[in-house]
């Protein structure tokens, strides 16, 4: 069960990094 919920926690981590990637390069190509 510990190994299931740690594997959640990274997945929801890539989510959010991922999401900061593509707010930061929408950003450069609006400048």
Do not use: G, I, P, R
Not at 10 to 29: L, R
């Amino acid at each position: 069960m510990a190994k299931k919920k740690a594997k959640k926690v990274v997945k929801k981590a890539a989510k959010k990094t991922a999401k900061k990637a593509t707010k930061k390069v929408t950003k450069k190509k609006k400048k």
